[in-house]
């Protein structure tokens, strides 16, 4: 962004994955990056649990594991065993759809009806994606990268967010059904807060779900640094 394309000062947005590639943003540039806005939290914060939750906080983590358990085993088997999954699912278009599809019911707001969220199309280009290279293994790296990080680079980030995305402005908007809700009070342990937003819709993959809800809220949260 500052070497190649110019930009001194910029604003970054992201969920899930995306989400801890721009709280990584803030931490590593906070000179440069005027704000950030997510749809969620990561995870990796539930590890970082101190002494004094609150009662919501406390029911947010209750949650989170209870959420782990009936629908997070696909985390751990991409994060431990990502390329035996992967040679099943790039020999099976099948298997493979089933994989991403069942994920798409699941955290969107249509589990009745898929196609009340997504067009035919729009999850068979997603499938295609993956398929067409074979490149779902690499899908699966960041889960066991985060898996498989040693303590040094938990330090490490533990210190960068001490330093930078603590004072970044922050904007968080979620929607009805992503995978978890937490208390404002959790999210201001970790990021300087500007903006918050709850709607009653969508679901965990907002871009593609909900384009025109998620980018208005990301004009109104950088119009003021613009």
Known sequence: MTDILGYKRFGAHGGDW??????????????????????????????????NLSAEEEKYLANIKK???TEGAYSMIQATRPQTLAAGLN???????????EKFQSMSDCPEDLFECYSKDELINNIMIYW?????CSSFHPYYDVMNAGAFTWIGEKIKEWKGSDRVPAAFCFFARENSHPPREWVERFFNVQQWT?????????????????AEDIRKFFRKYR
């Open 18 to 51: 995306g989400g801890l590639i721009t709280e990584q943003l803030a931490r590593n540039h906070a000179d440069h990056v005027v704000g950030i806005h997510l749809t969620d939290i990561n995870f990796i914060h539930t590890f970082q649990k101190p002494e």
């Open 67 to 69: 959420w782990q358990e």
């Open 91 to 101: 020999d099976s278009p099948t298997a493979l759809a089933a994989w991403l599809i």
């Open 132 to 136: 067409l290279p074979e490149k779902i």
């Open 198 to 214: 709850n709607t009653n819709h969508g679901g965990h993959f907002t871009a593609m779900e909900e384009p025109e809800v998620l």
